[in-house]
Each structure stands twice: as C-alpha cells, then as structure tokens.
C-alpha cells in the first residue's frame, strides 16, 4: 500500500526597512497532512537564512520565524531512515509570499513539487550542477562511511582518512565556485560552507571572495557578515588582534575584551556533548589552578542549546571560571567551525595561540606557552 503525505510549508514574508536595511521577518509554517502514517520524528527541517542554519523537528513545532539575510534562502527536508539521513528535497525561496505543497511519490526519495510564484528550484539556482560536479568525491566520502561506520570508535585511523575525504570533496567544491562564479551555488555554497571552514587560509577566502565570486550577490547582510567573518579569520591567523566582543554570563554580567587588558585570556569554545571538549577540561582545570592568581583569566563560551546539559557539564567538571551560555555571536563571528577551540590572547588583545590552526591535542603547546609568559 503506497504511503502519501503532504507537507504544507508557508512562507510569509514581512518585508518592511530598518535604516536603509530592508529588513526580511520570514515564517515557516508547517502542517503534515493527518493521513502521514511515517513517524514525524524521523523528519527534520532545515532553513538556512544565508548566515545561520536552523533546526525545525516537525513532531514538536510547527513554526519558525527568522530573518532572510540573502537573496534567497534554503529549504531542505529530510527523513532519517535508521543510521542514515535521505535528504528528500532542497529549494530555495525568495522574499514575498510563498506557499509550498509536496506530495510524496511512490518512490520513497522523491518528492513532488507544486511551483509557486517565489518559490526557487534547487536545480535552477546551479544546485544540480553542483551536484553532478562533486557527486565522485561526495560518493567516495559517503561509501566509505558506510562500509566503516561501525568501527570508527575503535580505530582513530578511520576518522582521520574520513576529515581527508571530506577535504577532498572540499576542495572540489572551490573548483566549482571557479568555474561558475556568476552561480547564486557558488556564492552560497561559499558563504554558508566553504568560508566557515578552517581548511582553507583566511588570505585565499578574501581572495575568492573579491576576485572570483561575482558582485550581484554581495549587496545583502549575508555577504556583509561574509566580509566580517573572513576579517576576523585574517586577523587571528596573523596574531593582529583578536575581534572585540561583548558576552553576558546567566546572570547578566558582560564580559568583554577591554576588561581583560593586561592579563592573558584563554578563550574557550566548548559544548557539553564534546567528547574532546571534555578530555581538555581537567587539563584547563590545571592550567586554571596554576596561573588564576596571576595575570591570567580564562573564558569559556558553550554553544549548547541545553541549558540543563550545560549546567550539568559545568558542575560535573568543576568548570570554576566564567562561563557564557545562550550568546553564541561571538563564535558565529569566528566561521563557526567545530569545537573545542582554544585562543589565547596577550596583554594587548594579540592572539598568541589558536587551536584551529595547530595540533596540540595534550595542549602542551599551550602550557609551554603560558609557563614562558607568566612562570618566573
């Protein structure tokens, strides 16, 4: 008996202007049709505004209100079908309002479309060439993950050559934006991936940015925050000084770089559910012990959405220093990336240490660092 179901997305989009910004307020409307008999927890909706990604689960809400920052946004639905994810359908969508209907067909993995006026196809906006063009290495990643899955937590190896593949096809992707540079792909896939990555130096992105990508999509917020973000790398790559910023702890306190002139900030970027971020805590904890009395502080800023799994993290741990929750811009002004990351920071707002750009896994790049500036 064939399965159908309908998903009605709306889209309303209140366009109205802030300054001489034109300011976008999107909200996604989601109905399953009630004769759905697939498990809503399997499906997730993905929206990405041009700058952030967000995370829709259809089981326990129904909306989601947010800003479009470039000139068009991106939909994907997808249905996880045990250990993997069948990415159903992407489109993209414009300002004004739109009205999204999908059927399901017979064929689990496909989806059926009714066109409406601002709704984009994700093939028209140079999706489907994107894909057939990075469809080898993307294929290769995606084999060997499945072949190997089952024993990546006994072979570190495996992990390893997977972060290679996924540079591999990494790589193929700035192929791609060279070939196509007039491609509204080429400048999402680079302002929403490529750019947010540590793989690639921070000169190299300016480079493409100014040089490659064409200037028909650089009048929006998103391709601003673009520019910012790959300053902010230049600028931590060549130990200039780290980006000034401003963050509140859960009782209002803010924090920013000003306040810590004259000391040395270890800044911290952890997550509760880090497997490494934890193995870098008890190591922290020592550090911290050891200089806390001296010109020296350290800052830590989860990007967890749990407030619970955060607080219970930090109590577990002993975290005994300031710790900033729910204020992710700072990170996010950064590339995003993964965590843990580790900056340290000098007496005049220098960065002296990244961990994005070496390997220190003991962090005993770090406390060699530390005892020069402050043992003695």
């Known amino acids: ?10 889209v309303t989009f209140i366009i109205f202007r802030l300054h001489s910004f034109a300011m976008d307020s999107t909200r996604v409307k989601i109905n399953f049709d009630s004769l759905l008999k697939l498990p809503l927890n399997k499906f997730t909706i993905w929206i990405n505004d041009g700058i ?61 479309i009714i066109p409406s006026f601002n709704l984009v ?35 570190p190896m495996l992990i390893h050559k997977t972060f290679l593949l996924g540079d591999t096809l990494n790589y193929r992707k700035i192929e791609f934006i060279k070939q196509y540079p007039d491609s509204y792909m080429a400048f999402w896939i680079f302002a929403t991936h490529i750019a947010k990555l540590d793989l690639f130096k921070p000169d190299s992105l300016m480079n493409i940015y100014n040089n490659v990508l064409t200037d028909k999509y650089k009048n929006s917020k998103a391709a601003s925050y673009l520019v910012s973000l790959i300053k902010n790398k230049i600028a931590i790559a060549s130990n200039a000084n780290f980006p000034d910023f401003s963050v509140s702890d859960l009782s209002g306190n803010t924090f920013n770089l000003k306040m810590f002139k004259g000391k040395y900030l270890l800044l911290q970027f952890w997550a509760s559910w880090c497997t490494p971020c934890l193995k870098e805590v008890p190591l922290l904890k020592e550090i911290n012990n050891k200089y806390k009395n001296k010109d020296f502080r350290i800052l830590s800023i989860t990007i967890d959405k749990d407030s619970i799994a ?15 929750y729910g204020d992710t811009v700072l990170f996010n002004s950064l590339g995003w990336g993964g965590v843990p990351q580790i900056y340290l920071i000098d007496k005049a707002g220098h960065v002296i240490y990244n961990s994005t750009m070496i390997k220190d896994f003991d962090l005993n790049l770090l406390r060699k660092l530390l005892s020069e500036k402050l043992d003695g």
């Not at 689960?57 to 470039?70: D, Y």
């Not at 994700?122 to 024993?151: A, C, P, Q, W």
């Not at 955060?310 to 900033?324: E, H, L, N, P, R």
Request: charged share 30%.
């Open 310 to 324: 955060f607080q219970k993290a930090v109590k577990k741990y002993s975290m005994d220093w300031t710790q900033i």
């Open 121 to 155: 196809s994700y093939d028209i906006m140079g999706g489907s060439l994107l894909d057939s063009f990075t469809k080898k290495e993307f294929d290769t990643l995606i084999h060997f993950y499945r072949v190997n899955r089952k024993r990546f937590g006994t072979d």
């Open 52 to 112: 952030y990604k967000h995370k829709v689960i259809p089981k326990s809400e129904t909306n989601w209100k947010g800003e479009l920052f470039s000139p068009f946004g991106l939909v994907e639905i997808d249905y996880h079908n045990s250990d993997t994810s069948i990415t159903f359908k992407k489109f993209f969508f414009k300002k004004g309002n739109c009205s999204i209907y999908i059927d399901k067909t017979s064929n689990r993995d496909r989806l059926h």
């Open 1 to 10: 008996m064939k399965l159908f179901f309908k998903i009605i997305l709306t």
